[in-house]
């Protein structure tokens, strides 16, 4: 199945987003790091646009139709519902470890299914329920890794933002769903992406210019480039899975979500994190209570 393919391919590229993400906050100022990143992602596709604009492209995947007034509108909630995860995500990425960070993350297809059967009315099956529950019982054991590195889960601000964006994340993977029903995948990603970048450019000169002399200074980064890059790339993977007709959207997201995988021995290779064996212990947890998403929603 072709969705399949894709969908393991965007958590591919994904676990790369988070390795340059995390180099990239590094002693770093958060605002302009997802600036740049949404800028950049922007003029990635702005080109196709103006192609498409001009009728250069005007068939075949990359081709960007035109949409009303009403279909806009939806793209700038989606723009606001990603820009939210993404800020509280960036900071908690900056603060805490990425071993830390991507297994709460990867939680995120439980809070899609979970948000599937509130707001959609499905039902779980055994599988779906233990895997639930495996996840759940994951998540507890990674906060007491945290507590040895003097990561409190329950009263640190950094961490409720990471568990913060992937609630935001996870209504934006419904909501995603819900827009690939009529809307065409490049549509999607192209606009929101110039949306995203317009709101940023916002709060750059409303909220971080003012005290940026207070604050963390910002420092270029090529990493910072490939943020944007890999992250189209993903996304474009992840849309086009989207699309397809039989694709499931619980099965799409815990897949992407085994980008933690590539997050977690970046993690431990080349950024050299603590207390690896207990968190792996929590992550191959996670990884199980995924698979047994999977078997329950096949």
Same mark, same amino acid.
């Given at each position: !199945?072709?969705?399949?393919?894709l ?13 340059f993400?995390?180099?990239? =906050? ?7 790091v ?9 003029l990635?596709?702005?080109? %196709?646009?103006v ?24 793209l ?34 439980? !809070?899609? *299914?979970? /948000? ?9 099956? =055994? ?5 639930v ?13 945290g ?5 409190? %889960? ?5 961490? !409720? ?5 992937a ?10 769903? &819900? ?19 317009? !709101?940023?450019?916002m709060?750059?000169? *409303? ?7 207070k ?20 996304? &474009?993977?992840?849309?086009?899975? =989207? ?23 970046? /993690? ?27 078997? /329950?929603?096949?």
């Amino acid at each position: !199945m072709m969705w399949v393919a894709l969908a393991f391919t965007s958590a591919a590229l994904l676990g790369c987003y988070d390795l340059f993400k995390k180099v990239s =906050l590094k002693e770093n100022a958060v605002i302009p790091v997802l600036f740049l990143n949404t800028l950049f992602s922007a003029l990635l596709f702005l080109p %196709f646009i103006v192609m498409s604009q001009a009728g250069i492209i005007d068939e075949g995947m990359f081709h960007v139709p035109t949409a009303g007034v009403k279909e806009h509108l939806f793209l700038v909630l989606k723009a606001i519902i990603v820009l939210s995860s993404w800020i509280c995500g960036y900071f908690a990425m900056k603060h805490l470890p990425i071993t830390i960070v991507a297994p709460i993350q990867a939680t995120r297809p439980v !809070m899609v *299914l979970l /948000g599937a059967l509130l707001i959609f009315g499905e039902q779980l099956n =055994l599988y779906q329920w233990i895997g639930v529950t495996v996840a759940i019982a994951s998540f507890l054991l990674l906060s007491k890794s945290g507590k040895r590195e003097g990561i409190d %889960f329950s009263h640190n601000r950094w961490v !409720m933002l990471v568990v913060a964006a992937a609630m935001l994340g996870a209504v934006s993977a419904l909501y995603d769903k &819900f827009l690939m029903s009529f809307l065409n995948p490049m549509l999607v990603q192209s606009w929101f992406n110039i949306y995203q970048a317009t !709101m940023m450019a916002m709060v750059m000169v *409303l909220l971080w210019m003012p005290i940026r002399k207070k604050s963390t200074p910002f420092k270029w980064r090529w990493s910072i480039l490939l943020i944007s890059l890999f992250l189209g790339a993903a996304d &474009f993977c992840y849309f086009s899975a =989207l699309a397809e007709e039989d694709a499931l959207i619980a099965v799409v997201s815990m897949i992407r979500r085994g980008s933690v995988i590539v997050s977690f021995t970046f /993690g431990a290779l080349i950024l050299r994190e603590k207390n690896l064996k207990n968190k792996a212990i929590d992550l191959l947890l996670i990884l199980i209570g995924l698979f047994f998403l999977y078997l /329950g929603s096949k």
